[in-house]
Every structure is written in structure tokens, then in C-alpha cells.
């Protein structure tokens, strides 16, 4: 788990947010072509806090995501 992130299980959509605010960053990336389809993989997806802090994450450097591919959903 990164550093101060409580496990998520069993919390709802609104306390995994509060939990992963702050915790998930992204780095400006400018040797990719702002042409290239970005997708986002997720293992699980619960209730989708991750892959929407993940997105935002993303966002604020620039980055479009394209999609989602999840492995599992519960």
C-alpha cells in the first residue's frame, strides 16, 4: 500500500476517495505524442475511486485517458 493509505476494503466510495487523495500522482510525459490512446489498467474494479483518482491524476499533467480495461469488477 503507498505510504498512509489505509486498505479500502469495506470502505465506501466517498472514504476511498478520502483515503487516495493526495496518494496517486502522475509526471508529465512529453516524449509521448499527444496523438497516442492512453489506456488506464485497473486489477479491481469496486467502485471505481481508484481508476477516477487515477484519471484526474493524469489529467493534471496533460494526459487524456482513453479507457479503462479491468481485470475483475466486484
Known amino acids: 500500500l503507498w505510504w498512509g493509505v489505509r486498505d479500502s476494503a469495506g470502505l465506501s466510495a466517498q472514504r476511498r476517495c478520502q483515503n487516495l487523495r493526495g496518494r496517486i500522482t502522475a509526471v508529465p510525459m ?30 493534471r499533467v496533460g494526459t487524456h485517458v482513453d479507457g479503462v480495461l479491468v481485470s475483475c469488477a466486484t
Not at 37 to 45: R, S, T
Open 30 to 59: 512529453p516524449h509521448i505524442p499527444t496523438y497516442a490512446q492512453v489506456v488506464l489498467v485497473d486489477d479491481v474494479l469496486t467502485t471505481g475511486t481508484t481508476a477516477a483518482v487515477s484519471i484526474h491524476a493524469l489529467s
